[in-house]
């Protein structure tokens, strides 16, 4: 196999990135743009240690499951499934990773929890390039239209379309909009990031979009950042039974991106929570530091090293302070050199690289009796199982939440028992 060959494939099944598995003399190829059960003819993009990347150029035997083609901008290279068909396909990637990475087979599929496939998303991470503001096509530095993808609410697709047609010296300067939403997008702000030594003066008509409630901007690699309009930031009030809580977020702050699904995901992490003390680690603004906090897991300890959220996380445990204690620093040094510490459960919810080596070294040496995993990138996840079934947990529960609709991504929640301990 060269580059540009065309070879004719039995696609077999589903892998993490979004790619389906087939195989031509015995070698593997991965293939963007098929389904499992199809016969395709494909294009090597490339070859490496004897596994070949293709692209589907025709589809010579369709799914039943297809209904289009995949859309590479935004990552909706599942596009081209019906929705159901999604979920099952994220049920085998990850079982496919657990059996391969984790070796340890699942006895049964993993739920994966639906989402609506439209507007779901909170948190947009727009370039600009070329006096274009969108998404970054799949693979590439082109910028394409985030309309295409159904992922934003209309009136966000408006207020796009609107700051598409500002004067080119409200664009120019930018490298990157951040755009953040609370759930009902009753509120909805921007930052500008301007590329260095970039002049501001010409952002202006950016406060004048209908439908934004806050405009800030600063520049490449500068903590500075000023504010144009309004409010930078947005804020949700959670309520589940008695209990209500506030979060408030900056508009670069990380936040679980899926409107729909957010408060079925902090329900699940909470439920699975021990009585008594609890660890959030890379604990972000406090999605489930407060939420365990308002539900009465308490105390709480939550640690976050990166400064933005950090400042979000203390602002908003101050309504709980002595129920909530928070911890400005990374996590690999708030557990170095620590054994037992009173904590019932601890909260794990790492980038998408997973837990460093120091990292689940030190929750190791703490040995929570119950380690509930939050991960966005199943290989990591299942790596890290790997370590936690050699040094005595055992997996009590997995359960898995489609916060990316018509994208290879979920967000899976594993929770692991020391010894197997109920």
């Not at 790619?19 to 070859?47: C, K, S, T």
């Not at 796009?160 to 047609?165: E, L």
């Not at 996590?331 to 794990?348: A, P």
Request: proline share 6%; with cysteine.
């Amino acid at each position: 196999m060269t580059r540009g060959d065309i070879l004719r494939l039995t696609i077999e099944r589903a892998v993490a990135g979004g790619r389906m598995l087939a195989r031509h003399d015995g070698a593997v190829v991965l293939v963007a743009g098929a389904l499992p059960g199809e016969e395709v003819d494909a294009r090597i993009e490339r070859v490496q240690r004897g596994t070949a990347w293709a692209e589907v150029v025709t589809v010579v035997t369709a799914s039943a499951e297809r209904v289009g083609e995949p859309n590479p901008c935004g990552g909706c290279v599942f596009a081209h499934a019906r929705y159901d068909h999604q979920l099952t396909l994220k049920q085998q990637i990850i079982g496919d990773a657990f059996r391969r990475i984790a070796r340890h087979p699942l006895e049964r599929d993993v739920v994966v929890e639906s989402s609506p496939t439209t507007g779901y998303r909170m948190r947009a991470r727009l370039h600009v390039m070329g006096g274009r503001i969108g998404f970054l096509r799949e693979h590439s530095h082109d910028v394409c239209d985030p309309a295409t993808t159904g992922q934003l609410l209309p009136s966000t697709e408006a207020l796009i379309a609107a700051a598409q047609a500002l004067p080119a010296t409200a664009l120019a300067p930018l490298r990157v909009v951040e755009l953040a939403e609370n759930r009902d997008a009753s509120e909805r702000a921007v930052h500008l990031e301007l590329r260095a030594d970039e002049d501001p003066s010409g952002l202006a008509p950016w406060t004048a979009l209908p439908g934004l409630t806050g405009v800030s901007y600063g520049h490449e690699g500068s903590p500075r950042v000023r504010t144009l309009s309004g409010v930078s930031q947005v804020t949700d009030v959670f309520t589940r039974g008695a209990a209500s809580w506030t979060l408030t977020r900056d508009t670069r702050a990380f936040f679980q991106g899926n409107r729909h699904l957010v408060d079925a995901l902090v329900a699940h992490v909470v439920d699975a929570m021990r009585p008594g003390p609890v660890a959030d680690l890379y604990a972000g603004v406090g999605l489930f530091s407060l939420a365990a906090a308002a539900q009465g897991r308490v105390p709480v300890v939550a640690v976050e090293g990166d400064p933005l959220a950090a400042h979000d996380l203390a602002r908003n445990m101050e309504p709980w302070r002595g129920l909530v204690q928070t911890r400005h620093l990374p996590v690999e040094e708030y557990l170095r050199g620590k054994r037992r510490i009173e904590v019932q459960s601890m909260v794990v919810d790492p980038p998408r690289t997973g837990l460093s080596k120091a990292a689940i070294e030190g929750v190791l040496r703490v040995k929570p009796g119950r380690l509930i995993y939050v991960s966005c990138d199943v290989p990591t996840l299942a790596r890290d199982v790997r370590v936690l079934l050699d040094a005595g947990y055992t997996v009590a529960t997995l359960h898995a939440f489609d916060l990316f609709p018509n994208t290879a991504h979920v967000e899976t929640v594993a929770v692991l028992d020391l010894g197997g301990a109920a």
